[in-house]
């Protein structure tokens, strides 16, 4: 599959109450890492796709979970989803070390990331 999901992250109003629930839910390997502005938790899956938790962003958004797909080239993955109607919430964005992301809304209202590993990029 060249576009696989890669990554699913919650924005949560309330990080610690969702980090008890699926602790206790799954058998999930939870690890906090500094980030600016706060703490993200990655999920550690076993086998599988991964993700992880931090702070909504989103002034009045609830809580929801976000996948992401990976791509080649971000700038004209990001380009693409334009001209075929998505709405960029995000434009690229460099996660430092990582690589790069950015968010779109497609035609009909679903939100997906972008995902570019660093590891990727010339």
């Not at 839910?25 to 938790?41: N, R, S, V």
Request: aromatic fraction near 8%; charge should be positive; proline fraction near 7%.
């Amino acid at each position: 599959m060249p576009n696989p999901f890669v990554h699913v992250e919650l924005a949560s109003t309330n990080v610690p109450k969702a980090r008890k629930f699926y602790a206790k839910l799954f058998d999930w390997k939870l690890e906090d890492m500094a980030i600016p502005g706060g703490t993200y938790t990655m999920i550690g899956v076993g086998k599988g796709v991964g993700g992880g938790m931090m702070k909504q962003c989103m002034p009045k958004a609830r809580s929801d979970w976000m996948p992401y797909v990976l791509v080649a080239d971000i700038d004209v993955a990001t380009k693409k989803a334009r001209k075929l109607g998505a709405r960029v919430v995000q434009d690229v964005t460099e996660v430092e070390g990582m690589g790069w992301l950015s968010m779109i809304v497609d035609p009909t209202g679903a939100l997906l990331g972008l995902w570019e590993p660093k590891k990727r990029r010339k």
